[in-house]
C-alpha cells in the first residue's frame, strides 16, 4: 500500500488539527478518534495514539512507536499525605513528565505513572502499569510491570 493512502480522511483531519494543538508534532503522526491529550504533547515522525487513549500533561514520545487502544499516560497525580483534611482537597501531586523513546510498542490498556522514562525499542505488554524506567530493549508486563524478556543484550535490570 502506498504511504500516502496510508490515512483516511477522517485520520488526516485529526492530524491536521492535532499539530495545531501539540508543542511538536512529526510526520505521519496517527491520532485515532477519541484520543485525548493535552498540548504539552511532543510527539515523532511515524508515531501514534491509540483509540480511547489518555496522555495527560508533558509527554514526549519519539519515532516510529505504536500506543493500543486505551492506553493511559499520567505526569501527576492526587497528594494524599495528610489525613486531617480531605485527599480531595490537597491538590496534585507535582507533574514528572515522562519519555517514550523511538520504536516502542505499548499495549492496550497499559498505565504509565508519572516520571517514567521508557526506552528505545521497548515492548510494554497489553494491561501492564509502568512505575518505573524501562531499560532499552526490554519487554516489560505485569501490575506493577516488570522486565520479561530482553529482546538484547543490552537491556539491562535496574538501570
Known amino acids: 500500500m502506498p504511504t500516502s493512502s496510508r490515512f483516511s480522511p477522517a485520520k488526516k483531519i485529526r492530524r491536521f488539527f492535532s499539530r495545531r ?17 493535552t ?5 515523532g515522525d511515524w508515531s501514534g495514539i ?3 487513549c489518555e496522555v495527560n500533561g508533558p509527554v ?6 505504536m500506543m493500543g487502544p486505551e492506553v493511559v499516560i499520567y505526569t501527576s497525580g492526587h497528594n494524599f499525605e495528610r489525613t486531617d483534611i480531605p485527599m ?6 507535582e507533574t514528572k513528565p515522562v519519555f517514550i523513546d523511538d520504536d516502542v510498542w505499548i499495549g492496550r490498556r497499559a498505565i504509565i505513572m508519572p ?6 525499542g521497548c515492548v510494554v505488554g497489553a494491561g501492564a502499569v509502568v512505575t ?3 531499560p532499552d530493549y526490554c519487554v516489560v508486563g505485569g501490575v506493577p510491570a516488570k522486565i520479561l524478556k530482553r529482546r538484547e543484550e543490552n537491556c539491562n535490570e535496574g538501570e
Open 39 to 43: 498540548p504539552a504533547l511532543k510527539i
Open 21 to 37: 494543538i501539540v508543542a511538536y508534532q512529526g510526520d505521519n503522526v496517527n491520532i485515532e478518534k477519541n484520543a485525548s491529550f
Open 88 to 93: 480531595q482537597q490537597q491538590g496534585s501531586s
Open 115 to 120: 516520571g517514567v522514562h521508557i526506552g528505545k
Open 60 to 65: 514526549t514520545i519519539g519515532k516510529y512507536v
Open 132 to 134: 518505573k524506567d524501562v
Open 50 to 52: 491509540g483509540i480511547n
